[in-house]
């Protein structure tokens, strides 16, 4: 029997905002799988890590660096290493800041391990732009206000001329004062 993947959403970095699915999901797996990135440390991990206690853990490594090729050997490799997990009949819950489906390295992994056939699942988590509007106690969006989620780095039109609220997702070390 194969075992299961699961792209998990931890939230936007409070403990407390992870769903109950995704807390679950975690409790349930036998292997609690992480993005190495080469940061001093691991937010997905430090926000998880009251829910998976004495669990296996296996990091992968996920630098952030723009070079397809590259990012396509990293996705290959930690594909490969779950994969082989998977078919040991272990669950794996790879852990992504906010949700899995916006922005997120994860659904790389994901879309390889399900062209592979292997069972795999999304957990959905809050997205960073919606924990910052709670935090700021206001919404994004009213009525028929637009809500646009952008790259930061998208070349297309300028996001100033889009009506309504504007999310830039992905910032980095993107210099904005320098574009104005």
């Keep these: 029997m194969r075992g299961k993947f ?7 970095g409070d403990p407390e905002l992870i769903t109950l699915k995704a807390i679950n ?5 036998d292997v609690i799988a992480v993005p190495r990135s ?4 691991n937010i997905a991990l430090k926000i998880a ?4 206690e004495g669990k296996t853990l296996l990091e992968c490594d996920m630098p952030m660096i723009k ?11 930690s594909a490969m290493e779950i994969g082989a997990l998977l078919s040991k009949g272990k669950t ?3 852990l992504t800041l906010g949700d899995p489906a916006i922005y997120s390295t994860v659904m790389y992994v994901h879309r390889r391990l399900t062209e592979q056939g292997f069972d795999t699942a999304i957990i959905p988590g809050i997205p960073s732009f919606c924990g910052a509007a709670a935090s700021l106690n206001t919404s994004l969006c009213e009525r028929d206000e637009m809500l646009h989620i952008i790259p930061a780095t998208y070349k297309g039109h300028q996001a100033e001329e ?11 070390k993107k210099d904005y004062g320098a574009e104005r």
């Design 92 to 94: 794996v819950s790879f």
């Design 162 to 172: 889009l009506e309504g609220t504007r999310v830039l997702m992905k910032s980095g």
């Design 49 to 52: 890590g009251a829910y998976i």
């Design 6 to 12: 699961f792209a998990v959403g931890v939230g936007p």
């Design 67 to 77: 070079d397809k090729e590259q990012l396509d050997r990293y996705h290959d490799q």
């Design 38 to 41: 080469g940061a001093s440390e």
């Design 25 to 29: 999901t975690m409790k349930n797996s």
